[in-house]
């Protein structure tokens, strides 16, 4: 199940639609040649209509993660299987509540407010301290803003500034 997003309305979607046009799209490694063509219409589809879960679920249904994907240790390359049940939600989730960010930003400071507050938007089972510590506090569209619209995979942890990467469970939502 993913995240649940407070302010996620037709004015939200409005805005998440705009940041997915101005494209650099993350594009992950672990998508196919062909996921990798789909990704940013179904971003589109996703931000204007459907939520993280339909992401996910388009790219399982139509076969858009690879089976396995290569690491190197000590010089030689290694091959692994890619659980892509996971992989697909953890890229879904992340991108989707980046562009939803996004999106909020942009809502904020069209409406006058100059800061968002964190929430945990999906429970998670061993949630750390950090991650905790966030919630319920503010933090500034000017400057997440910019970070979110970076085209690497910057998860909003990187922009709240809350170390160990993704699936954390936290968005934000207007004041």
């Given at each position: ?26 594009i ?72 939803y ?11 006058g ?55 954390s469970?936290?968005t934000?939502?207007?004041?």
């Amino acid at each position: 199940m993913g995240i649940n997003y407070q302010n996620l309305d037709d004015t939200t979607r409005k805005y998440m639609a705009e940041e997915v046009a101005l494209a650099g799209h993350y594009i992950s490694p672990r998508l196919t040649p062909q996921g990798e063509i789909a990704w940013p219409g179904l971003m589109e589809q996703s931000a204007k209509l459907y939520n993280d879960d339909w992401l996910a679920q388009q790219l399982l249904r139509q076969g858009f993660l690879r089976d396995e994907e290569s690491y190197t240790r000590k010089g030689k390359t290694y091959f692994r299987r890619i659980n892509q049940a996971s992989a697909a939600q953890q890229l879904s989730e992340g991108e989707f509540n980046r562009y939803y960010v996004r999106g909020l930003c942009v809502r904020a400071k069209m409406e006058g407010k100059a800061a968002l507050v964190v929430y945990r938007g999906k429970e998670v089972s061993q949630p750390r301290p950090e991650s905790e510590a966030k919630i319920g506090s503010s933090v500034a569209v000017d400057r997440m803003l910019p970070i979110l619209r970076q085209n690497d995979f910057v998860a909003i942890e990187d922009a709240l500034g809350v170390p160990g990467g993704p699936n954390s469970g936290l968005t934000c939502k207007l004041p």
